[in-house]
């Protein structure tokens, strides 16, 4: 498997490269012809540019967009949260980009929206005018509809202007961006958050000059000539050892020419050995003639033990046949039994069925009657209740009173006063809260801190007590239920549960050569060093069983590998470097499986161990790494890819480390740092506690005041529309309802006693029903008791009759399988005389072919056999010293073909290095005018910038060392001596950097250019500046599109058809 990834892998770095250096090539063309200005723009503003944009589930956000996009400035903005760096990432991961260009995970998994399944990201690229990717199939626009799985696949569908689906294959939008010449890993044409950040503080020089190269894709230029260049001295190296051994091949030559004239027969060698094969076929028929006459004697004696055996089983046949007579009649008497018992069982069944039946009726009887009573109580409470209600509606009648206009007017004057307060008191509600949840969410901030402080602390807690049960018993390194988990193991591999015993941990079959790399192969290995390791499924079932008895949670992982005797070969695989090990170079196993688990699984013959972190970068980073090398580990257990760096989290070897003593002392130094670190945040989430207390208490008295406030408004309502409707309550009419309710219910409780006669008259009826169900089913019991009485004796006999049949037909059995196999015995010895037969015809077929005349040897067939293996050999003999005619001649032909195609490879490779050396001087030279031409307009497009500010300045490019520095003297300071960017403001320096930014702009092309939060850094003023910068700039390109997203107002720019704002909802 790991053979077909890194083939794939190689194929699409090939595409890549291909594809790369097409575009380079073009580039390198240009540099040769006039340079052009910024008024002479390409016209590719109808091809490339973003017309729309949706996302859903797509980060934290349920649905974003659709996002309408202008041709030329867009500015997104809007609070944090709200899902600007979102849409910025979409764009990315939309037309296929990986996780890690966006900065914003490491995988495309982690882009879904916690609880949903999928994400959807949905673009449209503008494709109109004559130089439009295949425009009679899409039309003027492309849309890229891109599904992200949740185990981190993606899914694309590409459609045409009308939504018709085109193809979903992944090398078709491949080909649209580099028609399109969208580079989505180029931070010129799209700065995201992160990397905006880490450029607009940038002071490194060298730095500045790696952003130049790679924006203008110098860097990828010179690191496809350093490639050629080592293909072109393995070519050359190829070359002097092809000619080298063409020496040995013409030597190899001269030799077989020289056998191939001095060759001789041996033709009397050959005569006596056919006279021997003749005399050797004629002995074989007289041994085959002997083997026929011996096997007709034997099949006569066993024809005549078969006659007697034949006799034996006519005999016990037929006591077989009168005992089974005896059975059929004890049968028949058993089965008329039988039949009248079955009788009688299906009746009794059929009575207990009624009888039950007839119970359940009597319950439900039962039932009714009781129910009926119940309803009956129930209606005379409701009598009695109905007659109290009436009693009291007659002696209790209110009346309404009507206030004057005057007290009416005055709550009027009270509701207008309240309705102001409300108001008021709403607004400062709003305030406090706003701050209450800004306290929250500092606490929680602080609160999730300490949870991890805490969970660090009990980690290492945890990793002390096993540091101290490891004092006594080593295993115990990896887990407190390791040591009974390998006796579980040796006790069930004894009783045979294993076909091969486990093994594992990893990490205790391992020893490091080198102590002071024990952190290296740790943080290489991690999670491998408590795994085991199984030869079969079946045993990794059992071992899942073991370890469900001593884990409940956190389980090791189980590796099911055939177990192989020796380690994998691994030539040709393994990273090879002069000065740095590989990972499996550098351990020691007690098992080859061990090993091999690790190749398979980590893949550790293509790992180095670097022991210092500059090394490190320059072997992984600087240039090709080392061939079959995937990545890098450091002494202290960095992890170092070509493109990437991460920091190792471990401090000392867990597993390998020997000095178990200092593993406990640095624990418990960081444990004590952490109570610090853990009390002093424990203090602050008091103190914030605390203040959020005081904050709600605040709140909750403003709302007090609210809710009574509103309390004061509602009773002022009510009492108005008190005063303005007055109802009089109709007493009479409920009277008159409460009268008609008694007698509804007087009549209902008179029929439901007659209900309670009914079901007791029912009741009585089924109870007598059930008692003479009861005595039928009686007397059946007895009769069927009665059979069962008769059938015992009767099965007893039959019992012992069939036991005696058993043994007759056993001896009859017996000696109908001796008479059979006797008569297969005499079928097969008849076969075999058969076969040996036409064995014999087919003898002294052959015989005759090889010699037509019976001949009469003189010894027997091995000794002739010895004498033919002797002639043999000796021939053999001969020929290896002389060879064989055919032999020597094609040898002689072979050698020389060879030579022959040797020579001329070595001529032909000869003319390729000399044809390279010339192509490769001419493209160092074009690309170093390329370099030189690509710096130039850069510096006179930054001077330009900063002229128009009234600021000097200056960039200087030193390829030799590799760096750009950037002098700016801003207005006012002339007599400064500033010569550094340091020197300057934060502000000032984000200003001058993005003057850098745009002049890289001039100089490279892209269909849109995108900036991710490029003014977070700078005061107002360098703001302004820059936004007027960036519009002169868009004026200028107007068929560029430019995308601006910013959490600052807009308010100031000015309103033209050429600017689009999209303001994004804050979340609630």
């Not at 699984?601 to 790494?625: D, F, N, Y």
């Not at 000392?652 to 130094?669: F, R, T």
């Not at 077929?845 to 009469?856: G, V």
């Amino acid at each position: 498997m790991s053979t077909r990834q890194s083939d794939a892998a190689a194929e699409a770095t090939a595409a890549k490269r291909q594809r790369r250096s097409e575009v380079r090539d073009k580039a390198e063309d240009a540099a040769s012809a006039p340079v052009p200005s910024s008024g002479e723009r390409v016209a590719t503003g109808d091809i490339g540019l973003i017309e729309s944009i949706t996302v859903k589930n797509f980060m934290c956000h349920h649905l974003l967009g659709p996002f309408h996009f202008g041709p030329n400035v867009n500015f997104i903005i809007g609070n944090n949260g709200s899902g600007k760096s979102a849409i910025l990432t979409a764009l990315i991961v939309g037309l296929g980009g990986k996780a890690m260009f966006t900065n914003r995970g490491l995988s495309l998994k982690d882009f879904i929206k916690q609880g949903e399944h999928a994400a959807d990201v949905a673009l449209t690229l503008r494709n109109r005018g004559p130089d439009g990717f295949k425009s009679d199939l899409y039309g003027d626009s492309i849309t890229v509809e891109n599904r992200i799985s949740a185990d981190g696949s993606r899914t694309y569908r590409l459609k045409s202007e009308t939504g018709q689906l085109i193809t979903n294959k992944k090398e078709e939008l491949t080909a649209i961006l580099d028609h399109f010449n969208i580079q989505l890993d180029n931070p010129v044409s799209i700065l995201n958050q992160e990397m905006s950040k880490q450029f607009l503080h940038s002071k490194n020089e060298t730095d500045k000059y790696k952003f130049f190269m790679k924006a203008t894709l110098l860097e990828q230029m010179k690191s496809d000539y350093i490639h050629v260049k080592q293909t072109k001295s393995m070519t050359r190296q190829q070359v002097e050892r092809q000619e080298e051994s063409l020496k040995d091949l013409k030597q190899d030559f001269l030799g077989k020419k020289d056998r191939y004239e001095r060759l001789s027969s041996f033709d009397e060698l050959r005569e006596q050995l056919e006279k021997l094969k003749k005399c050797m076929a004629w002995s074989l028929v007289r041994e085959k003639e002997l083997s026929v006459e011996q096997l007709k004697d034997e099949i006569e004696k066993e024809e005549n033990n078969h006659y007697k055996h034949t006799e034996h089983l006519e005999q016990w046949q037929t006591k077989v046949m009168q005992v089974e007579r005896k059975i059929q009649g004890i049968r028949s008497d058993l089965e008329r039994l039988r039949e009248e018992q079955e009788a009688a069982t299906q009746e009794d069944r059929l009575l207990r069925a009624e009888a039950k039946a007839a119970r359940r009726l009597h319950k439900d009887k039962e039932l009714v009657y009781a129910r009926a009573l119940n309803k009956v109580k129930e209606s005379e409470k409701e009598q009695s209740l109905l007659e109290e209600k009436i009693n009291k509606a007659k002696s209790s009648v209110t009346r309404r009173c009507r206030k004057d206009e005057r007290k009416l007017s005055e709550l009027r004057e009270t509701l207008l006063n309240l309705d102001r307060k409300f108001s008021d008191l709403n607004q400062e509600v709003k305030r406090k809260h706003q701050a209450v949840l800004k306290g929250r969410e500092e606490r929680d901030k602080l609160r999730l801190e300490q949870k991890n402080l805490q969970t660090s602390i009990d980690s290492k807690l945890r990793r002390r007590t096993q540091l101290l049960s490891s004092r006594s018993d080593k295993m115990k390194r990896f887990g407190e239920s390791v040591p009974e988990l390998l006796r579980a193991i040796d006790e069930a591999h004894a009783a045979g549960r294993f076909s091969r015993k486990p093994l594992g941990p990893i990490g205790s079959c391992l020893s490091v050569k080198d102590p002071s790399l024990c952190v290296a192969v740790e943080s290489c290995l991690r999670s491998f060093m408590k795994t085991f390791c199984c030869d079969n499924h079946k045993d990794e079932s059992v071992l899942q069983e073991l370890m469900g008895r001593h884990y409940r949670e956190h389980r090791p992982q189980i590796i099911v590998c055939p177990f192989a005797e020796r380690v994998y070969d691994l030539k040709g695989r393994k990273a090879q470097h002069p000065d740095f090990p590989a990972v499996l170079d550098m351990i020691t196993a007690t098992s080859p499986v061990v090993v091999n688990c690790l190749i398979d699984m980590r893949g550790i013959e293509s790992v180095l161990i670097v022991k210092e972190k500059s090394t490190a970068r320059a072997v992984m980073q600087r240039g090709r790494p080392p061939h079959n090398c995937k990545e890098a580990f450091t002494v202290d257990g960095d992890q170092v890819y070509p493109n990437r760096y991460y920091a190792s989290d471990f401090g000392v070897a867990k597993y390998l480390g020997e000095d178990v003593q200092e593993q406990i002392s640095l624990l418990e130094l960081e444990l004590e740092n952490l109570r610090a670190q853990l009390n002093r945040f424990q203090s602050h989430v008091i103190s914030v506690t605390e203040d959020i207390r005081v904050m709600e208490r605040e709140l909750n008295g403003t709302i007090a005041a609210l809710k009574k406030n509103q309390t004061a408004i509602n009773q002022t309502k009510a009492s108005i529309a008190e005063l303005e409707t007055v109802e009089e309550e109709e007493q009479d009419d409920d009277h008159a309802s409460l009268e008609e309710a008694r007698l509804e219910v007087q009549q209902r409780m008179e029929a439901e006693k007659r209900g309670v006669a009914e079901a007791k008259e029912e009741l009585d009826q089924q109870k007598n029903v059930s008692d003479q169900i009861e005595a039928k089913h009686s007397a059946l019991r007895k009769r069927s008791e009665q059979l069962s009485d008769e059938m015992e004796p009767l099965k007893e006999e039959k019992q012992k009759l069939e036991i005696d049949c058993a043994k007759f037909e056993h001896n009859t059995r017996h000696f109908e399988n001796m008479s059979k196999n006797h008569e297969e015995n005499i079928q097969e010895m008849k076969s075999e005389l058969a076969q040996r037969e036409e064995e014999l015809q087919d003898f002294v077929s052959k015989a005759s072919e090889i010699c037509p005349e019976r001949q009469s040897a003189n010894g027997s067939t091995k000794s002739i056999d010895s004498e033919i293996t002797r002639l043999t050999k000796k021939l053999k003999i001969y020929e290896s010293n002389h060879g064989e005619h055919e032999t020597v001649v094609r040898e002689y032909a072979e050698a020389l073909a060879l030579y022959r195609q040797k020579t001329s490879q070595v001529r032909d490779l000869k003319r390729f290095i000399n044809c390279l050396d010339n192509i490769m001087s001419d493209r160092q030279n074009r690309y170093k005018i390329l370099r030189r031409s690509l710096s130039v307009r850069c510096k006179l497009y930054f001077n330009n910038f900063l002229i128009k500010l009234n600021c000097n300045g200056s960039m200087l490019f030193d390829h030799n060392n590799e760096t750009l520095s950037i002098t700016v003297c801003p207005p006012g300071r002339e007599e400064d001596e500033v010569s550094d960017m340091r020197s300057l403001s934060g502000g000032e320096r984000s200003f001058s950097t993005v003057c850098f930014m745009l002049s890289l702009w001039e100089i490279t092309e892209s269909p849109f250019r995108c900036l991710d939060e490029f003014d977070v850094y700078m005061d107002m003023h360098n703001r302004r500046l820059t936004l007027d910068l960036l519009m002169e700039l868009s004026e200028r390109q107007h068929q560029r599109q430019f995308i601006f997203i910013t959490p600052l107002g807009t308010s100031f720019l000015p309103r033209t058809s050429l600017i689009k704002i999209h303001q994004l909802q804050t979340p609630e």
